[in-house]
């Protein structure tokens, strides 16, 4: 999972080549740290904002650029996080973070067979899956910035103090605690091939409303949560129960039949379904899987989530 670089170490240089070479490792940290593009963005925004609000004298007295915009968007972030929690009081129905698409999908929105620039890209890894970011997302704004920073992108301790105010020994804490939190709700995933295949059957059983063949694809335990943020219809608490889940989406099968079509996608590193009616995507579905079932199903409707999914 490391991805930290030692691009922008010049401070002689700290012009906007060598400067805006950091923005893929920005997004990659914030959105890491927020489970969303859109407010990902804005920390970058803002990160390269207070940057180019010092004089170049300041700028150039910086000894690693690099290493000042990324505490900066990690401050940034652990200020968001703070008050995320006071804001999804008010948010309707469940959370989910924004799924991500394949690496031909840029976070613009930008959708096709051209060249996506790789700094408008999110590396798709085991630390952005739907299921991580679940879980990254019930932890303290320390933990999850002391866990990311120091697992995903190789900070020693005593940096990651400096930006969350807490000693190297609290933040070790931290990420340890972290840590605990994402084996107890770690599964055996199985292979890359084996989950697509598990994705085409649950399609197809889904299209046919086999409710019996839907049933066998899913632990019976299954959850399935969906997101539509009081902006689209859906269920606004999560599904629990193979069989139940077999049978709300059979119902949903039935509502859309005839004007959705179904399309077999990369969600966030790992085999996932679109749903789109009239050429436009109105559902993204992230899945979790145990073996051989599928353990979650996590139902993007949101959308103000689905922009990265849009064609331009």
């Known amino acids: 999972m490391t991805t930290r ?25 914030a959105y890491r740290l927020l489970g969303s593009l859109a407010d990902a963005e804005d920390v970058v925004q803002e990160t390269y904002a207070r940057w180019y609000a010092m004089s ?4 150039r007295a910086i000894e690693s650029p690099g ?22 009081e008010s948010y309707v129905g469940e959370w989910i973070p924004e799924p991500l698409p394949g690496p031909t999908t840029s976070i613009d929105g930008h959708s096709g067979a051209g ?17 991580f970011l679940v ?12 866990f990311v920073l120091h697992d995903v992108f190789r900070y020693p301790f005593g940096e990651i103090a400096e930006i969350v105010g807490r000693t190297p020994a609290a933040c070790r804490q931290l990420a340890s605690s972290a840590r605990r939190r994402i084996r107890t709700a770690q599964t055996p995933q199985g292979q890359g091939a084996g989950r697509a295949g598990i994705v085409r059957q649950f399609k197809t059983a ?12 899913l632990d019976p335990d299954a959850t399935a949560t969906a997101d539509g943020g009081g902006l689209a219809a859906t269920h606004l608490h999560p599904i629990v129960g193979g069989e139940q889940i077999a049978r709300a ?6 509502v859309w039949d005839g004007r959705t079509t179904f399309l077999e996608c990369s969600v966030n590193g790992l085999p996932g379904l679109v749903a789109q009616q009239n050429g436009s995507t109105v559902t993204v579905f992230a899945f979790e899987f145990a073996g ?7 139902a993007v409707r949101n959308p103000d989530k689905l922009r990265p999914w849009r064609s331009s």
């Open 5 to 29: 670089a030692a691009s922008g170490d010049d401070h002689s240089d700290p012009d906007l080549r060598a400067i805006m070479s950091e923005r893929r490792r920005l997004i990659n940290l």
């Open 56 to 59: 170049v004298p300041e700028q």
């Open 67 to 88: 290493a000042w915009l990324m505490t900066v968007a990690s401050r940034i972030c652990l200020n968001l996080l703070g008050s995320a929690r006071a804001r999804r």
């Open 115 to 131: 060249p996506v620039d790789p700094a408008d890209r999110v590396t798709l890894d085991e630390s952005v899956t739907m299921a």
């Open 135 to 146: 879980v990254l997302d019930s932890m303290t704004p320390a933990e999850r910035v002391a």
């Open 206 to 217: 889904w299209e046919t409303k086999d409710i019996d063949a839907l049933i066998s694809l």
């Open 249 to 254: 989406y059979t119902e949903i099968a039935r």
């Open 292 to 298: 051989d079932r599928i353990r979650h199903i996590w």
